[in-house]
């Protein structure tokens, strides 16, 4: 009986050896050394846009910001013009926005503006439902 529990320990302990060995083998760290492709990630540059509001004489106003350099969209001046969203394909830069009423108690959008780099288009819209504000493209055509 004694040689069987001798046996028994004798195996348990090249178990657990192999088993620490196959541990430190896959744990091995890998050595991109040789591929040059695999080098840290560089910075790459990209355009940052932003349609936002700015308050100016009483009433919000649209501008448009490329990499920090601001650009005021044409607009009424004399009634709120909010830009709700922003959507770039290759050059055209589209910006979605509303025309709306001074704040008030039953305020809502009057009429919704589209900017195609920086030119207005008036959007037709139901009096009854405010306008979109949403911007997405599938190839060669924007959706509202």
């Not at 009986?1 to 896959?26: C, D, P, T, V």
């Not at 919000?60 to 044409?74: C, H, T």
């Amino acid at each position: 009986m004694r040689i069987l529990i001798e046996k028994s320990n004798y195996s348990k302990g090249i178990f657990l050896i192999g088993f620490a060995l196959l541990l430190l083998i896959s744990c091995k760290k890998d050595h991109y050394d040789d591929d040059p492709d695999t080098d840290d990630p560089q910075p790459i540059e990209v355009d940052i846009h932003m349609a936002v509001s700015k308050y100016i004489d009483g009433n919000d106003q649209p501008f448009y910001y490329k990499n920090g350099d601001m650009q005021q969209l044409p607009a009424n001046k004399d009634v709120e013009v909010i830009p709700q969203d922003i959507f770039v394909s290759g050059q055209d830069v589209y910006i979605v926005g509303y025309e709306g009423e001074e704040y008030a108690l039953n305020y809502h959008p009057k009429k919704a503006i589209l900017w195609k780099n920086g030119v207005p288009q008036e959007l037709a819209t139901h009096p009854a439902r405010p306008p979109k504000q949403k911007l997405f493209s599938y190839p060669e055509t924007m959706f509202m």
